[in-house]
């Protein structure tokens, strides 16, 4: 098969499209012919070598796929040959197949196309456990996005905005901004030209919860909108800084400041995990949500793709196309 290879750790452009064995499903596993696979910045962080779990080199990048389901390793149940699935696993997305645990894999929603799929669940499933099940979010809250524009925060737009939110959109650049207002922002703020701070209060008076995928120098200028008992979640630093919050902040005005990471979340909270994934199934299968997807590259693109995240130039999801359009998942 073709695969995306990362032969050393660094900047994207060492990575390569090569033939590579095909991978055999294990015990329960299953084989998935990739229809797509989306592009995260967790993607880029891991062929850097900068993310928190380490994966040595040689290894094919790439997480949240996509695609029909073409071979059952043994004791695999309630998966079959056929079957259209979404997952995520630390690497080897970025190929024609990937083999991927079978009781992690996702039942993809009839009228639901692949693509739609590969993009939907890193970024929106996190946005969605933020916003439900660490801020617990109430309609006509103040909801500040950071980053939004970007895959994370324009599914956080977007979700936020569903749950009866007010959303007040952060993002670099006008065309950004328009995205945001797309998906459900009411008000927005260029903090490349705009103080974040007095915009915000200027726009809402304060904020209820803030979400944070960018980390750096504006999440403590949007945590000190917060008022009595507001509620932060940082879900990343796409910034590359990890800010340094002082504790007083906390103090004086009751704040709760919370992380979340969708890896682990459904280890320590599997009733909450289990309930924001069908919830959002349904989201997704009645069309009440979808992910913009902004961009897309072929997979001999990989290099090119990684590039455009890593450069934060992405408005929305940016997507490696497997099939050339067979959404059929067919063998190649």
């Not at 599914?155 to 670099?172: D, F, K, M, P, Y």
Request: aromatic letters at 6%; glycine letters at 12%; hydrophobic letters at 45%.
């Amino acid at each position: 098969m073709r695969a995306a290879v990362c032969h050393r750790l660094g900047t994207p452009d060492g990575i390569a499209t090569e033939a590579v064995p095909r991978p055999t499903p294990g015990p329960g596993e299953a084989l998935i012919r990739v229809h797509a696979a989306a592009v995260n910045l967790p993607d880029v962080l891991i062929a850097a070598g900068r993310y928190q779990v380490p994966v040595p080199p040689p290894f094919t990048p790439g997480s949240e796929f996509a695609g029909v389901v073409v071979a059952v390793g043994p004791q695999v149940t309630g998966v079959r040959v056929g079957d259209r699935v979404a997952g995520d696993v630390m690497s080897g997305a970025f190929a024609q197949y990937v083999a991927a645990p079978a009781d992690a894999l996702i039942p993809v929603p009839a009228g639901v196309d692949l693509t739609t799929a590969a993009a939907s669940w890193v970024c929106h499933l996190t946005a969605y456990n933020a916003l439900r099940s660490i801020a617990n979010i109430t309609p006509g809250e103040r909801l500040v996005v950071l980053g939004a524009a970007g895959g994370v925060g324009l599914a956080t737009v977007e979700l936020g905005a569903l749950l009866g939110a007010r959303v007040v959109a952060a993002a670099s650049s006008p065309e950004k901004l328009a995205a945001c207002k797309e998906r459900g922002a009411e008000f927005l703020i260029d903090y490349e030209r705009t103080p974040l701070r007095d915009a915000i209060r200027a726009a809402v008076g304060g904020a209820d919860v803030v979400v944070d995928p960018v980390g750096g120098r504006y999440s403590e200028a949007a945590l000190r909108t917060l008022g009595w008992g507001g509620r932060f979640v940082t879900v990343g630093y796409a910034s590359g800084e990890i800010p340094r919050i002082p504790l007083n902040l906390l103090l004086l005005k009751g704040m709760i400041v919370r992380g979340f990471e969708l890896r682990t979340f459904p280890r320590f909270e599997p009733e909450l995990a289990a309930r924001d994934r069908a919830e959002l199934a349904e989201l997704l299968a009645t069309g009440r949500v979808a992910p913009l997807v902004g961009a897309r590259f072929p997979l001999a693109e990989t290099s090119a793709a990684l590039l455009h995240v890593a450069e934060r130039r992405a408005i929305g999801k940016v997507v490696l196309d497997m099939t050339d359009g067979d959404e059929t998942g067919s063998e190649a």
